[in-house]
């Protein structure tokens, strides 16, 4: 007998062998969830951590291994800027903490153990691992003690670890993230050269700059502002002596973390443009030619670029008063032939003269109710001189001071900035509009007002003064901020 063939049944039964096989698909895609491990039969190797900005080697073998990993969580005293001291919670003493490297399929077992000096219990959350609060509840560690888990690698990707012990925010805030790179099985592609960076924020009682040993301020995280925002646990910390180096026609890579706890970064190379992009901290690159990428709090991304100039590359988080005024800079340093054919430097440099026109005054301070004048020694204010400086002026005069030809003066070795220290203070306060000359070279750029106060101008000018090859005439004290008030009083 024959049976009729409904056309609804025939349409249902095409539809649910597709399900199926896509089904199937998908099962296949997730691949190590659906593979049996014999763990026992695993070959035993140690993982190899790396501190910042330092990567671990890329993993050669071509199967899984069994990965023992040990950590130590530590509270230490350690600078966060010049003349600023922090009680940094950590994983393995450094902020960020060491950076791990396993192999996506690999099976590992994680040792967690908090130093006894520790004030606190500590844990771990891998946002690597699938398990509850990834590791977090397998690894809650009181000091003195250490715990063990295991997990395995399922997913391949670049992703934050973080302590996850109540109050979380303020284990976070105080230090305690790094990163996790599960590597595809397949690997990477080869480069010259990785650099592993996290950026985070700090919340201190004392404002940025202020120095001696700050306390968190649990205020300042709630309202998710911060006084330091920077890479790699400190001021500084990729730039000057410590900034990271490459040459002309080197591939680079970069893992990038952000600790936050709060801010989400824009992260960007001036003067380089990110060839790939793994968003997210994914194993797709899939963007190209990528000016600056977001990396959310809690997040990654891996960038790629090959450096085609020789110079100095700043690292920046592109909301830029973070760079400029909170600590977010680092630097990539070139070596290398220039290359005219791509960028050939400043080639003419002539006036110009519009008609009309100011430049905007941004003396805000003028316009804030008078604060009580700190009395400082000469010591003090230099050193917090010093800081006024990076964070305001030494992106145009140059870190050391040296300025740039034809468009920024020299601080350093100044005979304009040395002969009138009255001068010297007005045109800090009200900012500069005509032309003059330093050490027999005239510029004719404009100097905006920065907005400083009474307090920060005395303490710039005394660092400009007494340091970068300067040195003040006999008899010519420190400047204060009573001086700097009365000249601006006058003004007025």
Request: charged share 20%; with cysteine; hydrophobic share 40%.
């Amino acid at each position: 007998m024959k049976v009729a063939k409904n056309p609804f049944i025939l349409r249902l039964s095409a539809r649910m062998a597709a399900a199926l096989v896509l089904g199937s698909q998908v099962f296949a895609s997730q691949g190590l969830a659906a593979d049996k491990l014999d763990i026992d039969k695993l070959p035993v190797e140690q993982g190899v951590l790396t501190y910042a900005p330092e990567v671990p080697p890329a993993i050669k073998r071509k199967a899984p291994a069994r990965v023992k990993i040990s950590l130590e969580t530590k509270e230490v005293k350690k600078r966060l800027a010049d003349g600023v001291e922090y009680t940094f919670w950590t994983f393995g003493g450094t902020v960020p903490g060491p950076m791990i490297r396993i192999r996506e399929g690999d099976y590992v077992d994680f040792t967690l153990s908090n130093h006894p000096s520790s004030k606190m219990p500590h844990n771990i959350d891998l946002h690597a691992v699938t398990g509850q609060g990834g590791g977090a509840e397998g690894s809650f560690t009181t000091p003195g003690h250490s715990s063990t888990f295991s997990f395995r690698a399922l997913n391949a990707g670049l992703y934050i670890y973080h302590c996850a012990t109540a109050p979380v925010g303020m284990h976070i805030a105080n230090g305690m993230y790094g990163l996790i790179y599960v590597e595809p099985k397949e690997g990477l592609p080869p480069v010259d050269k990785e650099f592993y960076l996290v950026q985070s924020e700090f919340y201190t009682k004392g404002d940025y700059g202020v120095r001696g040993l700050q306390p968190f301020d649990m205020k300042k995280a709630i309202k998710e502002q911060p006084d330091y925002v920077v890479f790699n646990g400190s001021v500084g910390a990729l730039a000057g002596d410590n900034a990271i180096k490459a040459k002309k026609g080197e591939t680079v890579r970069m893992f990038v973390g952000n600790g936050g706890p709060n801010l989400v970064s824009s992260f960007h190379v001036i003067g380089e443009i990110f060839d790939k992009v793994y968003t997210e901290g994914g194993t797709l690159a899939n963007q190209k030619n990528v000016q600056t990428t977001l990396v959310p709090a809690g997040g990654s991304a891996i960038v790629e670029y090959k450096v085609d100039v020789p110079g100095s590359f700043f690292i920046v988080d592109h909301s830029i008063f973070r760079t400029f005024n909170k600590g977010a800079l680092g630097v990539l340093k070139v070596d290398g032939e220039k290359d005219p054919t791509i960028y050939s430097g400043k080639t003419m440099d002539s006036i110009y003269l519009p008609e009309g026109g100011a430049i905007q005054d941004t003396d805000v301070s003028a316009n804030e109710p008078a604060k009580a004048i700190p009395v400082r020694t000469l010591e003090e204010s230099i050193a917090m001189g010093r800081e006024v400086y990076k964070s305001n002026c030494a992106a145009c005069h140059m870190p050391e001071g040296q300025g740039v030809p034809g468009a920024f003066p020299p601080i350093a070795k100044s005979d304009w900035l040395m002969k009138d220290r009255k001068r010297a203070i007005q045109t800090v306060m009200f900012g500069l509009q005509t032309p003059i000359v330093v050490n027999g070279q005239k510029y004719e750029g404009v100097m905006p007002s920065l907005g400083l106060s009474d307090d920060d101008i005395a303490n710039v000018l005394n660092f400009a003064r007494n340091s970068l090859g300067n040195a003040p005439a006999k008899g010519d004290k420190a400047i204060t901020a009573q001086e700097v008030r009365g000249l601006r009083a006058k003004k007025k």
